[in-house]
Nanobody
Framework: QVQLVESGGGLVQAGGSLRLSCAAS????????AGWFRQAPGKERQFVAA????????SYADSVKGRFTISRDNAENTVYLQMNSLKPEDTAVYYC??????????????????WGQGTLVTVSS
C-alpha cells in the first residue's frame, strides 16, 4: 500500500507562491494517478488538480487554472503542486491523494485508495 506525506505548506502573502510536495512510499507510485484537494475551515473538501500515472494527462479545477501547476517525478516518487498568484481564498489544508484506477477517478475524489495527512496553506491579504 502506498503511503503519502505532504510538505511545503506555510504562510504566504497574497500574490506569493508556494510549492507543495507529496512524497510516496510503499508500492510503485508510478502505477497510481494522483491529485491534490483542499479543505477550507467550515467548507467541504474541494478538488484542485490531478495527474495521470505517466504525467501526460492533467486536470485542474477552474478556480486554480493558470495559477497552479501539478507535476510528478516518478523516479523520486513525488507529486508537486506549484501554486502562484496565491489569493486569500486559497487558504486551506491541502491533501494529496492517489488511486491505481485512473485520473478521472482521482479527480472525482471520494473513496480513493490513499490520502495524505494534509499540509496547511495560509494566504494573508
Amino acid at each position: 500500500q502506498v503511503q503519502l506525506v505532504e510538505s511545503g505548506g506555510g504562510l504566504v502573502q497574497a500574490g506569493g507562491s508556494l510549492r507543495l510536495s507529496c512524497a510516496a512510499s510503499g508500492r510503485t507510485f508510478r502505477s497510481y494517478a494522483a491529485g491534490w484537494f483542499r479543505q477550507a475551515p467550515g467548507k467541504e473538501r474541494q478538488f484542485v488538480a490531478a495527474i495521470s500515472m505517466s504525467g501526460v494527462f492533467i486536470s485542474y479545477a477552474d478556480s486554480v487554472k493558470g495559477r497552479f501547476t501539478i507535476s510528478r517525478d516518478n523516479a523520486e516518487n513525488t507529486v508537486y503542486l506549484q501554486m502562484n498568484s496565491l489569493k486569500p481564498e486559497d487558504t486551506a489544508v491541502y491533501y494529496c491523494a492517489a488511486d491505481s484506477r485512473s485520473i478521472s477517478i482521482v479527480a472525482a475524489g471520494g473513496n480513493l485508495a490513499v490520502w495524505g495527512q494534509g499540509t496547511l496553506v495560509t494566504v494573508s491579504s
